[in-house]
């Protein structure tokens, strides 16, 4: 094995994608549309990759949404500085959650994104 790539299943593909790009940097590496409609995606920020896929499935999507953090699979970003991130995710209106100082000497923080998938965010502690 020399990669792990996770796919998301989305309602909207589109509106995923923009999500991502928009709000976390990545750029779209390749994409397919069906009908003009956009149905899947690759996308990338550095040597971070991941998948969009677009599925009609409702009610997974809203199990995520009510979901408590760290119920289920969480998608982690290791970052170097949380705080600043933290700050440029509120302003953009994505409603980050508190940062928590871990034991184990990281920041961290979590968000969802439009399908209700968690996002993690750590960074070491600066001393």
Request: net charge negative; hydrophobic share 35%; proline share 5%.
């Amino acid at each position: 094995m020399k990669a792990l790539t996770p796919l998301l299943n989305v309602q909207d593909a589109a509106r995923s994608v923009s999500f991502y790009c928009e709000k976390l940097g990545f750029g779209i590496d390749n994409s397919f549309e069906d009908n003009g409609k956009l149905v899947w995606a690759k996308i990338s920020r550095g040597p971070i990759q991941m998948m969009i896929n677009a599925s009609c499935e409702r009610a997974a999507r809203e199990v995520r949404v009510g979901a408590n953090t760290y119920h289920d699979v969480v998608l982690y970003f290791s970052v170097e500085d949380g705080h600043s991130l933290h700050r440029e995710l509120s302003g953009s209106g994505c409603g980050p959650g508190p940062i928590e100082r871990q034991d184990y000497g990281l920041d961290e923080f979590t968000l969802r994104d439009p399908d209700g998938y968690e996002l993690g965010f750590g960074s070491p502690v600066k001393r």
